[in-house]
Every structure is written in C-alpha cells, then in structure tokens.
DNA sequence: GATCAAAATCGTAGCGCTATGATTGGCCAT
DNA sequence: ATGGCCAATCATAGCGCTACGATTTTGATC
C-alpha cells in the first residue's frame, strides 16, 4: 500500500497566538495591531477597544524578538557590573529597573567579577541582542571591549565612576574627592594620625581612587596617613582584623577612613571588643551608607553616594535617547556624595 | 531640474556585518557558518579554521534575536525576583548568571517589589522574549500569572519557597521549618519566654512563614512565645527599635529569633546599648547569615539558608531541560538550611 | 456637491538567522 | 567498476513582526 509520499516543509514553531490572529479576530490588518501596540494614540478609539478585546480574548502576548528583529532594535537594556551582590550596585540595577520599566524596556544582566575579560565577553553577548543601551562599570574596559563598543550607534553609559576618558557617557562621581572629603572631615575632627582601611584594592579601583585621594589630601592637610588593606572582599570581619592591624602598627592612630561601610561596621566591632573609645580616642569614618549604618554604637558617619539617583539617570538618558530628544552624547552627569556625619566621629 | 523619483523601498537597517558575510569571506555557505556556531563539531576541521578567522577578522557578533526567532526560543532565562537589593536573592541571583554562562545563557531580570500584579506584567513581558526558562520566587502568584504558565512548554522554577502547590518545578526550603528550627534551638539552650522580632511580613510570605512556625514550635514544646514587627523592610534601625519594643512588653524575655539578620544586628546593636547581656539575659538569633553575622558583638547564630545553591540548581535544571536530557517536570529540590551556632544564643 | 488635506488603515518586503531535507563527495565493500 | 553509506555541505522556506509607502476614509471648506 504505497503512496506517493508528500514532503510538505515541516513547519517549525508555532506561537501560540500570533499578531495576525489577533487581526482576523478584531477585524483589521496586522499592521494596525502593531501601530496600536506600539502608538495607540494614531489608532482611531473604535479598532483600539476592538484590537485590546482581541488580545484580551486571546491572551495575546507579542513576540519580542520577530518585533527586535524587523525593527532593528530591542526593548532590551544591557547592564554590566562587578556583582550585584555588592549592595552599592544593587541598588543602582534595582533603580534602573523601576525606571525601565515604565518604558517596558527590560534589564538584562551581567556580572563580571572584576574581571575585564569576563566584561569583555559579556558585552559581546550583550551586543548580540541588538540592546537599546548598553551600562558598563567604570570607566576601565579592555582594548577590545572599547574596539566592540566604538562603533555602535546606541548609547554606551559608564556608571559609578568619573575622572577619566569615556566611552560615551558617564554617570558617577569622583572618587578620590570621596577620600579627600573623607580626610578633610578627619582633619577638622582635630584629627593628625590616618589611617585607611581598604579591601580588594587590587581590583577594585574605585576603592583605590578613594584610598588615594584620601592619603593625598591627609598628607596635605598635614597629617600623618597610612594605609592598611586585605586583598578579599569587603566584609565586616576583613574590616575588624584591619582595625587591630591598624592598631598594632599604628598604636597613635586617631582617625579611621575605611574603604567601604562593610569594613567600617567590622572596625566599630573590633574597637567594641578592644574598649577602644570611638570616636573619643578613635573616629572611625565609612563610605557606603548601608542600612545598617545609621544604627550602629555609634551611629557611623559615613559618606553616602547616591547608586539610585545613578540608577534612575542612566533610565532617563536611555528613555531620551529612545525618545530621540536628545542626540547629545558624551554626557558626563555627576552625581556627588554627601557627608553623613554622624556619632562615630 | 526636476528628475523623476525612484522610490526603492527604503532599507530598514543594516547590521554592519551578518551571517552572510562571514560565509562569503570563509567561502561556505551561510549554513555551514549557523551550523559551526551552534555545533562546531559537525563541520570540518578545515572549514571551521576558516570560519573562526572570517569571524575574527570582521568582527562579527551573531544576532541572537534573529537566531531566536527562527529558532522559536531564545538563550535568554528571566528570573523574576521580589529585589535585587535583598542579599538572599542577589546571591541567588549572582550565582545563577555565573552557571548560566557557561551555557552562553543571559539572565533578563524583573522585581516585583513583592507585588504580584507587578509580577504578573513581569511574566508577561518575560514570556514576550520566548525564554529558555522562567525563574519566579515563591508559590503564591497571580491567577492571571497562572494562567500565562499554565500552557508554556519551557521550564517555570520557583524558588526560595517550598510546601505549597508548585506550577512547575521548585527549589528552596521550607520556611516554617526555620522557624521551628529556631525556636528549638533557644528552647534547648533553656529559654522559655521567647519573641519573634519581625519586618514586613504582610507582605513578606516567607518571613511571615518562619514567624509562624517558631511560634507554633515554641508553643509545643512548653515556651511562651510573643511577637514584635514592623510594616517596613528589614533593616538594622527596625531591628533595633523591635528590641526595645520587645523588652518593654515583655520584660522577662530571654529568647529572641530575628526574621532576618538585619532586625538580628539592631537587636545587638540596641542590647549592647541597654546593657542587655547577650546571650546571658537574652539569646539571639537571625536568619540568613550575612556577610557581617559572623564578625558581630557576640557573634551571631543564626540559620543559614543557601542562596547561591538555588540558584546553581536552577541553573542545572535549565541546562539539563536545554540539552533535552530530563523531560521530568515538577520536580522539587529541597536545598535545605543550617544553623549557625555561635555566641549570641 | 466637489475638493483636498489630514487621519486611519492597509499591503508588502524584508530583518538575520535556523531547521529541514536534499545534495555532494569520499571511501569502502562488493 | 558499481553501489552503498556516511560525513560534510548546501539551498530553501519561513520564524513573527515592523517600517515604508500606498490607499482609503473622514470631515472641513469652498
């Protein structure tokens, strides 16, 4: 019982429901779907409420892909950062979310681990998605990453650093003034002997630009300044050894800036155990103000930048870009940091 | 000098350099290029040295939202959690980005701000990018969110919570276990008035999850046991004024178990302002062993849950969906928790 | 009732890639 | 030689959508 047997081209996919289902059901075209997805105002109300009914009943959900891929873009936004475990950068992905999504663009993630080569390879698949903007880390990026980087039309938005040549735009701040902020507010605490805790210095050079402009702008004020560092990650037990070091080398200190809030709230702990008298006999300062530090013993003065204010105007860029208000490039925006001055110094 | 107007249809974009020309610069086809990419070992030695050097020397990046498309799904994994500013899911987070690369797979992140209507424009935006797989935390979700998964053929893991009717597959632990694990613990350490300090868990399930099962256990097993929250987020400060709260009502307490260890470091922070001996007077526990639990003023117990292996499991069960190995669905992974013993209790 | 610009709608040609099925060439057994 | 088989390669037909340009409808004005 032969037959003639037919190869009709099997099909691949088939999405559920389509953009042309929704059309046959709310009696219009495909290309009237589309423009009232994408600008409702230039539908007439009629085929609107009778298009929003369709998908309604259907659960039509549209395919961003087919739409990226005929548009030449995507609602996409790319963000690279150290880590998002690090609360600083947390905050600043979790702002730029809320933003976005008012703008129905999506975050797509990726963490490099201080790792320029992990960078470069996440831009290059951050590229692949076509992205309506891509946000780096810092202003330090690979030959490579600047090579794929420099010729893309979106924008580029370097965040959480400032000082130094851009890609494109930059939202951050400075950070060696947070270390000279830091020591200047020592130095008027009456304070004359250093010293800087610091962790994963080597990497983080954020971390570094404040260690440095703090040891600086120590030194100039007529101070002495010392650095005392752990190559490991932040934390508040790395922050408690680094203060009996700082101690055991350094028995005259008096002022204490620490590289980041982790490291401060560990040194508080070290001088509680040690019957250090802060900030009588030691004024401890941080950088970061976490959600812990406002209610330490003491309350922790500490400098406080502003990740979701970077957050948010990175989103508003982006939105004017997509808007196509502003064509300006090579935007700097800086964002500062203020001084919390609280008991601890 | 008027000429008559062409009007070729006008180009939409032009992606500087495409599958095609990497094929015509390898002399292959486009094809044998698409089949390198995806399996590198169906073709040639000789054609594939080609093809890397095509694509070395022109720089090209793949478009994976063509790719997508016409492959009806896309390298992408949406993983919706309720923040990114919380540390247990950032870990989580952080530790499924780092799996998910190896298999050149990029995460597209949402917060829900534990809202569900949130979370369900979420799903739906998600679902838009045909995603390899969809990560949501905890089992309580929208009807309309379940309905979208009801009929989706890729994997949907929920996280961070178990003990409920899953959609899909799940991985966590269950959280009233925390709970009684916690209370347990400070009734063998001989405590019998215990209080349960607690922060948003109205909106919270799982804090409010633990909550429920200290005092459920505690009651069990022959202790008193009281509760003490606060509408807001976790935070040292709320932690803080929980305790003082605690103390007044219910001035012979001698056990305290924290919803996490931010409430847990203000409630040191407050005893060790008091002058509350702990854990003489009164024992301490948290959840979540953060990076500073282990360095605080006495050390703090607490329950350790494990953030980063749900996340490296979800990973797995994606990879192993995506090389078509397990078709088992509704599988359920119990990553469990530890406690922490150490000086506070 | 005719005219015309503006508003609303539509038809069509791809966007860049992958999956399918077909074809080619090389090698061995007959 | 001849055929058969496998590995390597290719040609083709879309995936679902958007942008463009064209067409139709509307409604205000003469």
């Not at 979106?154 to 890609?167: K, M, N």
């Not at 947070?178 to 020592?186: D, N, T, Y």
Request: hydrophobic share 45%.
């Amino acid at each position: 019982m032969e037959r003639i047997v037919r190869k009709p081209r099997n099909r691949r996919k088939m999405q559920s429901v389509t953009m042309t289902d929704v059309a046959e059901l709310a009696n219009v075209s495909p290309s009237t779907v589309s423009l009232f997805l994408r600008k409702p105002d230039a539908v007439s109300p009629s085929a609107s409420q009778a298009i929003s009914r369709a998908i309604d009943k259907l659960n039509y959900v549209p395919n961003l892909m087919a739409g990226g891929l005929a548009a030449a873009s995507s609602r996409a936004v790319s963000i690279i950062v150290p880590s998002v475990r690090n609360a600083f950068f947390a905050e600043t992905v979790s702002a730029m979310q809320a933003a976005l999504k008012k703008q129905r663009l999506q975050l797509i993630l990726g963490h490099t681990e201080y790792d320029e080569l992990e960078e470069e390879e996440l831009v290059r698949m951050a590229l692949s998605w076509a992205p309506a903007a891509i946000v780096l880390t810092g202003l330090s990026h690979s030959a490579s990453t600047r090579r794929l980087l420099a010729n893309v039309t979106i924008p580029v938005i370097e965040i959480w650093e400032l000082g130094g040549p851009q890609i494109d735009s930059a939202i951050g701040f400075h950070h060696d003034q947070v270390g000279i902020a830091a020591a200047a507010h020592l130095i008027q605490q009456g304070r004359r002997n250093l010293v800087f805790l610091g962790a994963r210095m080597h990497q983080d050079r954020r971390a570094k630009q404040r260690c440095d402009g703090f040891l600086q702008a120590a030194r100039t004020g007529g101070a002495a300044a010392q650095v005392v560092e752990h190559p490991d990650t932040a934390s508040a037990e790395i922050g408690a050894m680094l203060l009996s070091e700082a101690l055991r080398l350094y028995p005259n200190a008096d002022g204490i800036a620490c590289s980041n809030d982790h490291i401060a709230l560990g040194a508080l702990f070290a001088c509680n155990r040690l019957g250090v008298a802060v900030p009588e006999r030691l004024a401890v300062v941080g950088f970061g103000d976490l959600s812990f530090s406002a209610a330490c013993n003491p309350p922790l003065t500490t400098i406080r930048p502003s990740g979701d204010l970077i957050g948010r105007e990175a989103a508003r860029l982006i939105e004017d870009h997509l808007n196509g208000e502003k064509p300006e490039r090579q935007l700097t925006i800086d964002t500062r940091f203020t001084l919390q001055h609280r008991r601890s110094s």
